[in-house]
T-cell receptor, first 115, second 110 residues
């Protein structure tokens, strides 16, 4: 149980284009999902908290107009990187919160490369 | 600002050695998780500790939550090359507000 998938697992796009990343909880409903960014050999940096049916809460320094988050259902959240630039290249990981409010179950991550 | 200091940040040891990773904070957490992450993959939950002083064992891994619920440790006995990876501690302050440590990158040499 507690399986979270992400799609795509990797993507290469040109500068200026937009990329959408999907995060799905496969065997449970997640009212809360999280989006993280991870640079090489570093820990996770929380970008935003996504709540089903409401606007996402962004961490300080994260541009909400650049990183669009939609949590349309209890099993799906999407992150769209708009007008991507090479500095947006990173490993993006989503997680879904467990029902008890403690654990997060992580997706396998999406490696984004912007050329 | 809540911080969770994790140490050491990097550890390279020989197969069969023991090691301990520490996470310390001045804040109290309602629970604390340990995750393991391999390159190119998402973190995988190893354990959750909730009660102060709690000790949990997972095969050769022993996890302890401090009495005051401000710190935790992960001890690995007789490390194996398969234990290689990034170990992350994460403290939950409440309502999913999670603070991640910087991570400990472990390399076990055969």
């Amino acid at each position: 149980g507690a399986v979270v998938s992400q799609h795509p697992s990797w993507v290469i796009c040109k500068s200026g284009t937009s990329v959408k990343i999907e995060c799905r909880s496969l065997d449970f409903q997640a009212t809360t999902m999280f989006w993280y960014r991870q640079f090489p050999k570093q820990s996770l940096m929380l970008m935003a908290t996504s709540n089903e049916g409401s606007k996402a809460t962004y961490e300080q320094g994260v541009e909400k107009d650049k990183f669009l988050i939609n949590h349309a259902s209890l099993t799906l959240s999407t992150l769209t990187v708009t007008s991507a630039h090479p500095e947006d290249s990173s490993f993006y990981i989503c997680s879904a919160g467990s029902g008890n409010g403690r654990e997060q179950y992580f997706g396998p991550g999406t490696r984004l490369t912007v050329t | 600002t809540q911080l969770l200091e994790q140490s050491p940040q990097f550890l390279s040891i020989q197969e069969g050695e023991n090691l301990t990773v520490y996470c310390n904070s001045s804040s109290v957490f309602s629970s604390l998780q340990w995750y393991r992450q391999e390159p190119g993959e998402g973190p995988v939950l190893l354990v959750t500790v909730v009660t102060g002083g709690e000790v949990k064992k997972l095969k050769r891994l022993t996890f302890q939550f401090g009495d005051a619920r401000k710190d935790s440790s992960l001890h690995i006995t007789a490390a194996q090359p398969g234990d290689t990876g990034l170990y992350l501690c994460a403290g939950v302050a409440g309502g999913f507000k999670t603070i991640f440590g910087a991570g400990t990158r472990l390399f076990v040499k055969a």
